[in-house]
């Protein structure tokens, strides 16, 4: 069965402190791993797209990268305005165009 | 460009009534996706429409049921409504490319809340 897990839960970072956040993934067959960013009662704001192993993508503080079993946000010097969650999903082949998303870290990123 | 639009923002109902939540995706886009966000559960995957098809659905029960429109707008509606309804249903669209994984952009959401 597909399945995406995210680690941690929850993290709490000081301004400027960088991190990691972590998405494994068991999939039959990856078409797309994508990040997005959800604010509190507001829809997913696309991030990145990632598709094969050994992939990176940059957007100011973030850096996506994946390998065949998880990808990594990381999270560069962060400001409070980066405090969110942060929500990881797969496409698996097959056709369907579903994504199966994990439960997501909620980052909170303190002055 | 204009992105996802959604409505209502939100929407309250009692149980056993129906509810009806709309969605117009982006210029260009054919494909339109719903996922219900429960409070406390992730996102889960509701329907696939493409090109006024039902392409795909999720494990949920029939009473779970839309449509898309010829200008790819979407309607999604739920029948007999349950206490456990009450989440945020999430619409998405894309190029409708099924060669490679595409990226699926969101809507702001309908908060349903059944009493």
């Known amino acids: 069965e597909d399945q995406v897990t995210q680690s941690p839960e929850a993290l709490r970072l000081q301004e400027g402190e960088s991190s990691s956040l972590n998405c494994s993934y068991t999939?039959?067959?990856?078409?797309?791993l994508f990040w997005y960013r959800q604010d509190p009662g507001k829809g997913p704001e696309f991030l990145f797209t990632?598709?094969?192993a050994g992939e990176e993508k940059e957007k100011e503080r973030l850096k996506a990268t994946l390998t065949k079993k998880e990808s990594f946000l990381h999270i560069t010097a962060p400001k409070p305005e980066d405090s969110a969650t942060y929500l990881c999903?797969?496409?698996?082949?097959?056709?369907?165009?579903?994504?199966?998303f994990g439960a997501g870290t909620r980052l909170a990123v303190h002055p | 460009e204009a992105g996802v639009t959604q409505s209502p923002t939100h929407l309250i109902k009692t149980r056993g009534q129906q509810a009806t939540l709309r969605c117009s995706p982006i210029?260009?886009?054919?494909?339109v996706y719903w996922y219900q966000q429960a409070l406390g559960l992730g996102l889960q995957f509701l329907l696939w429409?493409?090109?006024?098809?039902?392409?795909n659905r999720g494990n949920f029960p029939p009473r779970f049921s839309g449509r898309q429109f010829p200008n790819y707008s979407s309607e999604l509606n739920v029948n007999a409504l349950e206490l456990e309804d009450s989440a945020l249903y999430l619409c998405?669209?894309?190029?409708?490319?099924?060669?490679?994984?595409?990226?699926?952009?969101f809507g702001p959401g309908t908060r349903l809340l059944v009493l």
């Open positions: 998405a669209s894309s190029l409708g490319d099924v060669t490679e994984g595409e990226t699926q952009y």
């Open positions: 999939v039959s067959g990856l078409r797309g």
């Open positions: 990632l598709y094969s």
């Open positions: 999903a797969v496409q698996a082949s097959g056709g369907y165009n579903k994504l199966i």
């Open positions: 210029s260009g886009h054919t494909s």
């Open positions: 429409y493409d090109e006024g098809e039902e392409r």
